[in-house]
């Protein structure tokens, strides 16, 4: 052998760091072979990979004196793929495919006088490289479930006089430990892959339950992660500026990919009306028909008063109809506000607070039970079961007690006089909740090391660089650069979409428009902003994702 037994436990050590070190597999592979090669003074060197899906490939192929060295796909010409199962059909298999079909060791002392083998990679090498292989080594690399991952082969051993000779048994052993080496570190890392795999399919389909879980916000999760990825490349490309060192490393990437995936994980406890609450007036259907229907029976009780007074001749029949046309277009009018203030896309006025409050006490009479039709939990939310059940006069706009359940208030008049927007306190409240619930849903997950920074990245998107945002009302300099990137990818996807039902989809520049009064007001981190504008990522964005009638005319300089 080449070197003393010490000496080979002590390369054998070393390069079992590198694998453990995390270098480059390539690089490693390489040096495996590299070391081998030299042990067993081989001139040739083969590596046969065979994939999860038993396709068995040439990746490296070396012979010193020829200066033969490919990798990869250059292969190709000297062995072209074969799937390891169909090798049960081929007469004669070459010693590589031998030794990967029948998972055995294969040392032969001069691979010519195999007449049942198949040679053409060898005559290939002979015809192309005027080199003639000899004495052959092959080695079948198992897993722990004896599964075939690659085969290595060794070709024409040398003697100290560089005389071929045959592969002794003291050297096959020697190599047949490598061989186990290198299987696994094959194995672990394809059990990584394999994890990797899992987790992020994993991740992936609970973001597109959650997308699913509304028909309005069903790319959020998807697109979200574009859009990090696109601003966090930007500032990491900065030369000068605030964030000119800013770097990431390759777990850094992979934990913001992560992150951004599952930022909304949270939202599966978010009731569904609650998310896609169009208007204010919306549960699960939107109620302001309950109320028109009243105005239907204001209108139908003036009605039945004008015929009244007609058949009784209480009055001039023009001046009759004018009173009666005058209410309608009243009750017309009055409607028309209340349905413009369930809309939510313009601030309500104290006026008109004060005018909804008003006409709530507008009454007409109900004559039927209120409280049949009733499931048992909602007959136990009315507390007075015979105001329910009697006729009575009711408000057109109701704040009854019933209405108030389970934490949420579901009053007419309390959800109409919501100043702006769709959203009332508690439904914000539990909207907010979701960001907690995905920290408390995030910090379960046991993630790696490499993963450590998920919980902050994606339970940050929604704070503020002011300290104002929740749920812990962090401020800029508590926040990481990715976190402060997540918070603008999610605001900047909410704002573009074109899907949501309490918004009109808005041109580009109304958005940019948006998000710089938010720089100004401390709601997003100046510096990414202007990375974000300079750089251009919402048009690089916008040509892929945003649809093309809301890009209209954008000028950078107008919104830094």
Known sequence: MAEGKGSIL????????????GKDYNLVIKEILD??????????????????EDFMSLEFSRINTVGLNKIGSDNLTLYPSVFVPDLKNKKVKSLAERAAFNHEIINIPNVYAETDCDNSIFKEIDNEYNYMPVSCLSLPVVNRNDEIMC???FV??????????????????TLQAIASLLGLMIENRRLKGAYNQLLESFIEVLARAIDAKSPYTGAHCQRVPVIARMLATAAVQQNSGPLKNFEMSRNDWYALNIASWLHDCGKVTTPEYIVDKATKLETVYNRIHEIRDRFEILRRDAHIEYLKKRLANQGDKEQLQAEFVAKVKQLEEEFDFIAGC???????????????????????????DRTKGLSWAERDNIQNIDAYQKPAYENLIQDRQDLISKGYNYGELYNLTIRRGTINREEREKINEHIVVTIDMLKAIHFPKELSNVVEYAGAHHERVDGKG???GLT???????????????????????????????????VLSIMKNMRDTGHIDPDLYRVFISNEVYMEYAEQYIAPEQIDDVKPEDYL
């Open 342 to 368: 369930n809309k939510g896309d313009v601030p309500l006025s104290d006026g008109d607070v004060a005018r909804l409050e008003a006409l709530s006490n507008v009454q007409f009479v109900r004559y039927f």
């Open 156 to 173: 024409n051993a040398k003697d100290n006089s560089g005389k071929i000779i045959a592969f002794t048994p003291d050297i096959q052993r």
């Open 151 to 153: 085969v290595l082969q």
């Open 10 to 21: 002590s390369e054998l050590l070393e390069l079992n760091n590198s694998m453990l070190s």
């Open 35 to 52: 070391f081998a090669q030299n042990l067993c003074k081989a001139d040739g060197c083969f590596l046969y990979s065979v994939n999860t």
């Open 476 to 510: 800029g300099d508590q926040m990481s650069i990715p976190a402060k990137i997540m918070a603008i990818a999610d605001i900047f996807e909410a704002l573009t979409s074109s899907d949501r039902p309490y918004k009109e989809p808005k041109k580009l520049s109304e």
């Open 470 to 472: 929740y749920p812990n």
